[in-house]
């Protein structure tokens, strides 16, 4: 259904637009210049300006001569105007970082583990995190926008509940949004990780280029963020992104669901160290194992450089399978088990999307990692609070039904 936008709608449209021109100018950007770039007039500019800068978001940052005429007087962005928490429930390690309005990350930790926990002791566990990190990040509660939480799905985007993610069973049915709110009395938002990937990447995005793109999310599993148009794809309900089931090597593992050669398997971690000779053991976290994989694979072990080249070659099937049906300009790769493999596997991948037979995309696609690190997933559920808030969407000036 289409519905209509009302003056309020554009304005708020309008501050936004400017302020993410701001943001994305670390140097800063002068009134004359914002007029040039958003068609905007002098008058109107200069109250969204003055608006901004009420809301301690933006700050005049000296004054730059160009050509006759008066100084330019700079607008910077004030990146400790705003914060957000966000927090990434992973089944090897919880997550919580504290951003600033650039998305920086000022304090980062990690959730100590509770594996015999009851729902509600694994809440109280993440709501005592988030107070202990606002608190050691010495900020006001004040500017605190809220809490993003990203996990694996399934889970239900109205209510913000995690349903049943196969590597999370502790947390299954869990209402995360309500019941994290009531626990540290701020706003609290629910995405799947993939998908908050993709946000915190578009958010670092200085470029304003990532609009096209999608986001290969490779932790202890493995999913796709997209973007298109500069906004992230969520789907009719919320839970876009899966490929663990792109078949990507017809003689690969056998798969849960009776397939064999699924991407999900086919990288998974223990499955590479099974294919190296490694066993890990009972040991729930593989991180040690697999920097071995990658010290044996660079000292030349012919076994470690053909698991992680097969994995690269995996990889790159399933993102030029996928793209066929997309047809994106920039694919990013990303994720805790990436930024491990990532030295040794870059070239392959990039190589392999480049020159695979089944590509029907016309022009050459930019492969690169991610530019956040190891931490996108956190970063990125605290983006969305700043994504939320802050970002120049034509789609919100629509009149909400």
């Known amino acids: 259904m289409r519905t209509g936008s009302n003056l309020p709608a554009v304005g708020e449209y309008n501050q936004t637009l400017v302020l993410d021109l701001i943001r994305r100018s670390p140097e800063g950007l002068s009134r004359v210049e914002l007029s040039a770039r958003t068609g905007l007039s002098a008058q109107t500019l200069s109250n969204v300006t003055r608006r901004l800068a009420d809301e301690g978001l933006i700050v005049e940052a000296g004054k730059v001569i160009s050509g006759p005429g008066k100084p330019r007087t700079l607008l910077k962005l004030d990146p400790r105007s705003r914060f957000a928490v966000g927090v990434h ?37 993440v709501g005592a995190a988030v107070d202990t990190i606002v608190e050691r990040a010495g900020i006001s509660r004040d500017l605190v926008l809220g809490v993003g939480v990203a996990a694996p799905g399934p889970f239900d985007a109205r209510g913000g509940r995690l349903l049943d993610p196969p590597l999370l069973p502790q947390w299954h049915n869990v209402n995360v949004r309500e019941d994290l709110g009531a626990v540290t009395g701020l706003p609290v938002l629910v995405e799947k990780d993939v998908t908050a990937a993709m946000v915190g990447e578009m958010w670092f995005d200085r470029s304003d280029r990532l609009t096209d793109a999608m986001f290969l999310y490779y932790g202890a599993g493995v999913g796709l963020g997209v973007a298109i148009a500069g906004a992230p794809v969520r789907g009719r309900t919320g839970n876009a992104g899966g490929i663990a089931h792109v078949v990507v090597d017809p003689d690969g593992p056998r798969c849960e669901c009776g397939s064999r050669g699924c991407l999900g398997v086919s990288i998974e971690p223990r499955v590479l160290l099974a294919e190296a000779g490694v066993d890990p053991g009972d ?79 016309t022009r050459a696609i930019v492969v690169r990692r991610s530019l956040v690190g190891v931490d996108v997933a956190a970063v990125g559920a605290a983006c969305l609070l700043l994504d939320g808030a802050f970002a120049a969407r034509p789609a919100r000036m629509m009149i909400a039904l």
């Open 89 to 125: 429930l992973d089944p090897v390690v919880d997550t919580i970082v504290v951003v600033d309005m650039a998305g920086e990350v000022i304090v980062h930790d990690e959730i100590p583990r509770a594996p015999h926990a009851t729902p509600a002791e694994l809440v109280d566990a």
């Open 283 to 361: 040991a729930g976290d593989t991180r040690p194992h697999l920097d071995r994989l990658v010290a044996d694979a660079r000292r030349g072990d012919p076994r470690a450089m053909a698991v992680l080249e097969r994995a690269g070659e995996r990889i790159a099937r399933a993102l030029v399978v996928t793209n066929n049906l997309l047809d994106v300009d920039e694919v990013v790769l990303g994720g805790p088990v990436w930024e491990r493999l990532a030295e040794v596997l870059g070239d392959t991948v990039a190589a392999r999307v480049a020159s695979d037979p089944v590509s029907t995309s």
